[in-house]
C-alpha cells in the first residue's frame, strides 16, 4: 500500500527519472543492504538523469534540426575539409567566444552536413540553437511585416545561443526578403 502511494506521489510530483527506476532501485537496495540515503541518492540521481535528457530532447526539438547528422557519419577522406579543424569547432569553444563560422562550398560538400552536426553536440552540452534556411527565415520575416508584428521573430531568436542559417545563396529572395 505505501508503495503505491509513493508512487502516486511521484505521478504528482512529477518525478519521472525516479517513478521508472522505483521498483530496481529499492529492490537492489534491500539486496545490498544499502542505507536508506544510499538509495534516495540513487533515486535523485535517476531524476537528474531523466531531467537533463529531457532538457536534451526539448532543446533538440526547438532548433528544429531538419535532418539529424554527426561527426561519425561525415567523410572525411572524400572531403576537402579539415578534420582536425571540425573536431575542434565541436568542442564548441567557438561559442563561447563568440565567433562566427561560415561554410563555403559548392553543392555536397557536406556543409549542411557539418553545420547540423556541430549544432547537434552544442545543443547537447547545453546550448539552445536554431537552424533555418534563409528562404524560410525571410518568409517568415516578410510575413511578420505584413501581419503588423515586426520585431517578434527577432526578439525569439534572440534567445538562442547559436544560429544556423542554412543555403544562404541557393534561391533568390524577393527585395523585402
Do not use: C, W
Given at each position: 500500500?505505501?508503495?503505491?502511494?509513493?508512487?502516486?506521489?511521484?505521478?504528482?510530483?512529477?518525478?519521472r527519472?525516479?517513478?521508472?527506476?522505483?521498483?530496481?532501485?529499492?529492490?537492489?537496495?534491500?539486496?545490498r543492504r544499502?542505507?536508506?540515503?544510499?538509495i534516495?541518492?540513487?533515486?535523485?540521481?535517476?531524476?537528474?538523469?531523466?531531467?537533463?535528457?529531457?532538457?536534451?530532447?526539448?532543446?533538440?526539438?526547438?532548433?528544429r534540426?531538419?535532418v539529424?547528422?554527426?561527426?561519425?557519419?561525415?567523410?572525411?577522406?572524400?572531403?576537402?575539409?579539415?578534420?582536425?579543424?571540425?573536431?575542434?569547432?565541436?568542442?564548441g569553444?567557438?561559442i563561447?567566444?563568440?565567433?562566427?563560422?561560415?561554410?563555403?562550398?559548392?553543392?555536397?560538400?557536406?556543409?549542411?552536413?557539418?553545420?547540423?552536426?556541430?549544432?547537434?553536440?552544442?545543443?547537447?552540452?547545453?546550448?539552445?540553437?536554431?537552424?533555418?534556411?534563409?528562404?524560410?527565415?525571410?518568409k517568415?520575416?516578410?510575413?511578420?511585416?505584413?501581419?503588423?508584428?515586426?520585431?517578434?521573430?527577432?526578439?525569439?531568436?534572440?534567445?538562442?545561443?547559436?544560429?544556423?542559417?542554412?543555403?544562404?545563396?541557393?534561391?533568390?529572395?524577393?527585395?523585402t526578403?
Amino acid at each position: 500500500m505505501l508503495r503505491n502511494e509513493i508512487l502516486q506521489m511521484m505521478v504528482t510530483l512529477k518525478l519521472r527519472g525516479m517513478h521508472a527506476v522505483f521498483d530496481e532501485v529499492l529492490t537492489d537496495g534491500r539486496k545490498r543492504r544499502s542505507a536508506v540515503e544510499k538509495i534516495l541518492m540513487e533515486l535523485l540521481q535517476a531524476e537528474a538523469a531523466e531531467r537533463h535528457m529531457r532538457s536534451i530532447r526539448y532543446r533538440l526539438g526547438q532548433a528544429r534540426f531538419p535532418v539529424m547528422k554527426d561527426l561519425d557519419s561525415f567523410n572525411f577522406k572524400e572531403s576537402t575539409v579539415g578534420e582536425k579543424q571540425i573536431r575542434s569547432l565541436y568542442e564548441g569553444a567557438f561559442i563561447e567566444n563568440h565567433i562566427n563560422l561560415i561554410f563555403v562550398g559548392g553543392t555536397g560538400t557536406g556543409k549542411t552536413h557539418l553545420s547540423i552536426a556541430l549544432a547537434a553536440q552544442a545543443v547537447r552540452n547545453g546550448v539552445r540553437a536554431r537552424v533555418d534556411t534563409l528562404v524560410e527565415l525571410a518568409k517568415e520575416l516578410e510575413l511578420e511585416v505584413v501581419g503588423g508584428d515586426g520585431g517578434k521573430i527577432t526578439g525569439k531568436l534572440g534567445r538562442f545561443d547559436l544560429g544556423v542559417r542554412d543555403e544562404l545563396g541557393d534561391l533568390p529572395l524577393s527585395n523585402t526578403g
